[in-house]
Structure formats: C-alpha cells, structure tokens
C-alpha cells in the first residue's frame, strides 16, 4: 500500500488543472503558432506549461498569481536570478550608450576573454542560438 501521503496521477492532474486555468487558456492560444505550443520545449510539462508573468530573484509568478521558486535559472544564465539590481543597472547603462546593429568594442573585448580561456580556439563567431 502506497504511503498516506502521496497522490495519484489523476488527482495531481485535477489539481493542475483547478490552479492554472489561465495557463490552459494561453497554451490553448499557442498551439495555433507554435508546433508543440511551447518555444521551451525542455521546460513543457504536460499537458500544458505554467505561464509565467514576472520574476524577481529566485522567484516567479504565474499567470494565475501563483508564486514558483525558480531552480532552473534558465539554465545558468540567471545565475544571480532575475532582476538582480546590478545587472539591471550594468544593463540599462549600456543600453543608454549602445546595444545593437553595428560592431562595438565591447564584441571584441568579450571575445579576447573568452579566446584567453580557451586557447585551443584561434577566432569564434557570436551567433543568436
């Protein structure tokens, strides 16, 4: 017999299902312009994701005002978590100075430091994937 404490299949579905509705509504809206509904596919849970609204630190709050403790941290880029006020602050400095459409020292500089790291590489290329 299963411990008094754990839940069937059918029930968590139920529960999923009563605590994001509006979730439900928005996957239902991207299933028409994504092919599986999500561009996240690492992070779909069936049978549909949990959208989310707003972060701040190591949490996020879903479309449905639920809050989430964030263990993913996308993977590692937010290893600081969202928001964090000195990112913020290094962002929006530089976004007032220049942020895209033509080359700039600071491509450069990032590439020197990430050749120095690896000095098997002779020259790398920045791509948007």
Request: charged share 25%; glycine share 4%.
């Amino acid at each position: 017999m299963p411990p008094a404490h754990t839940k069937d299949m059918s029930t968590i579905l139920k529960e999923y299902l009563k605590l994001t509705p509006t979730s439900k509504k928005k996957h239902a809206r991207a299933c028409k312009v994504f092919p599986s509904g999500s561009t996240r596919d690492p992070f779909f849970l069936k049978p549909y994701p949990v959208y989310m609204v707003r972060a701040k630190g190591c949490h996020m709050w879903d479309v449905d005002g639920r809050i989430y403790i964030d263990f993913v941290n996308n993977m590692g880029p937010l290893i600081l978590g969202h928001n964090h006020p000195k990112v913020l602050e290094a962002v929006k400095e530089q976004l007032e100075r220049f942020w895209a459409g033509a080359p700039s020292e600071l491509e450069i500089e990032l590439a020197e430091k990430i050749l120095r790291n690896y000095p098997f590489c002779d020259q790398l290329n920045f791509t948007p994937s």
